[in-house]
């Protein structure tokens, strides 16, 4: 899934410090199941902004609303009553960042992202998420026991650890695994070692978001 | 011969190499690069020139290369994958053969989250062991990446680094053999404390036969005090200071740390020259330049070889 997390709140109080009524919209997708942007992140932001805007003697009214998804036209039309006709000054989004986008694309009034969208990946125990993935468009991962080099290595290589691995762990950071050390484990159990001794050949990226931002058209869908 | 290095004469006549090693300023003032190149006249058979070392910004390696080589001195251009595309890379390695640069070292490059500019969007389009194998492409075959004919061939004696102490250590001779497979002439060792463990990773080298396929020049940096002998034992990962070094340096006074640091050194070049497999030792001298000279001399490594 898309990984998000809150801005600071100083951050989003600043973003909507002019306004007197915004919409707030969260999302039942990703970021629900991160705990970034749901309906409960969302009346818990509204509240604190509430609270905020009261002390500072100038009220903010919020309209909370949260969509079934915000990377999809159909949803966001379902806020355009209240955007058309209740005096809605402004949008902040409570998705990843395809939300707002979504969101300016529809509507002419000012958009802001209260979430910063961090990475694809999953969640590693409660209240704890890691990156697994970047789309580079070419997944390779079987080559490598089924970990990911390019997101997980700190410098995406692909063939073995470089010097500052030590003791399992990246130079980097204590608090990240050697995606390295992770797959020679890995195919060492697997008794692939072999395959590791092999070099693994340039990658072609022009599948990743070097080639440009990227479409998936599929002729068997389209109505 | 393929490239015609002093380096590579030296190696291949059976010489036991030295190589020296000189991290360009922050800043551009030739004259610090001239003062510490003299230090390594005469001392060294060639000169790795840093490529923004630990990712702080400094003097571009290749354009020290130039000036070491106007100074009649042979340099050893350090290559990281961190900064540049295949685009820049092969750009760089033409232009680097062009000024009469002829030994390279392919390397990955620190993380530029140490550096001194923690906020820059690193590169990592290709790895050290892809950039070994795009120098030898542009060496053997005379081509581009992409298969294009170059117009000139870039001939270089192709070196890389290795770390015997980074984990997991029964990976590391399988990842030299990998590098040789993808085209090494030569590889430098990360700095080497741990002595036990170093004959271990070279038996295992031997064994394997690597040591026939590339000369392995064993990397050695002189403690210059019991603070720097710490800093390297806890907080470089993938270095190996063993407690008995820095026991041994807190036994002598301050003002004798550097001269016991430097005895240190050289028996660490003894140890490793009667270690089967080794070719030559590269010194790293961070910032002591100065002091190679004493090193070297004390290791009965001077003079060095003339080699035509």
Redesign the interface.
């Known amino acids: 899934m898309v990984v998000a997390e809150r801005k600071p709140i100083q951050e989003i109080m600043a973003m909507v410090a002019e306004y007197n009524k915004i919409l707030l919209v969260g999302c039942k997708g990703c970021v629900t199941v991160c705990c970034a942007g749901g309906t409960k992140e969302v009346g818990i932001l509204a509240s604190t902004l509430r609270i905020a805007r009261k002390k500072e003697g100038k009220p903010l009214e919020i309209i909370e609303r949260t969509l079934e998804r915000q990377c999809d036209p159909e949803y966001i039309e379902q806020v355009s009553d209240v955007i058309e006709k209740d005096g809605v000054e402004a949008i902040l989004s409570m998705a990843c960042s395809v939300g707002p986008q979504y969101m300016a694309k529809r509507y002419n009034i000012p958009v802001y992202p209260a979430l910063n969208t961090t990475f694809i990946g999953g969640a590693l125990e409660h209240g704890v998420w890691a990156e697994f993935c970047q789309a580079c468009g070419n997944c390779i991962i079987h080559y490598f026991g089924g970990i990911c080099p390019i997101s997980r290595c ?20 204590s608090e990240i695994d ?1 995606a ?2 992770l797959i ?2 890995r195919m060492k159990a697997l008794g692939k ?1 072999d395959e ?8 072609d ?1 022009s599948t990743s978001r070097d080639g440009g931002p990227r479409k998936v058209v599929r002729e068997d869908m389209k109505l | 011969m393929k490239s015609g290095s002093r380096l590579e004469k030296i190696l291949a006549a059976g010489h036991f190499a030295v190589t020296g090693e000189l991290g360009p300023p922050r800043g551009a003032d030739v004259e610090i690069i001239k003062k510490k190149a003299e230090h390594l006249r005469g001392v060294v058979d060639s000169i790795n020139v840093t490529d923004n070392q630990t990712s702080v910004v400094r003097m571009c390696s290749m354009a020290v290369c130039k000036i070491l080589i106007e100074l009649g001195l042979e340099p050893n251009l350090q290559m990281t994958c961190r900064d540049r595309n295949r685009i820049a890379i092969q750009s760089d390695l033409l232009g680097a053969y062009a000024l009469g640069i002829r030994n390279l070292l392919c390397l990955s490059g620190d993380h530029n989250k140490f550096g001194d500019h923690p906020q820059a969007k690193n590169v990592f389009d290709v790895d050290s062991m892809q950039l070994i194998q795009i120098v030898k492409k542009m060496r053997d075959e005379g081509k581009l990446l992409n298969g294009q004919e170059c117009e000139g061939k870039a001939s270089f004696f192709i070196g890389a680094a290795v770390n015997p102490f980074g984990d997991p250590f029964d990976f590391r001779p399988i990842r030299l053999a990998k590098k040789i497979a993808a085209g090494v002439d030569f590889v430098q060792t990360q700095c080497i404390y741990n002595m036990d463990k170093f004959r271990e990773y070279m038996k295992r080298v031997v064994d394997m036969g690597l040591a026939e396929k590339c000369y392995i020049l064993a990397g050695i940096t002189p403690l210059k005090s019991l603070g720097m002998a710490r800093y390297m034992a806890r907080s470089v990962p993938g270095l190996d200071v063993p407690d008995y070094y820095l026991k041994r340096l807190q036994g002598v006074p301050k003002d004798k740390q550097a001269a016991e640091g430097i005895k240190i050194a050289v028996e660490q070049i003894q140890q490793i020259r009667e270690i089967p497999g080794v070719a030559g030792i590269h010194l790293m001298a961070i910032e002591w330049e100065h002091r190679a000279k004493e090193i070297i001399e004390a290791a009965g490594l001077l003079p060095r070889p003339e080699v035509n």
Not at chain 1, 196 to 203: R, S
């Open positions: 700190s410098k995406s290589l692909f063939n073995g650890p470089c010097g500052g691995s030590a003791k399992g762990k990246c130079e980097v950071s050697c390295w050390q020679y484990d070692l590791l001794a092999k070099v693994f050949p340039v990658k990226w």
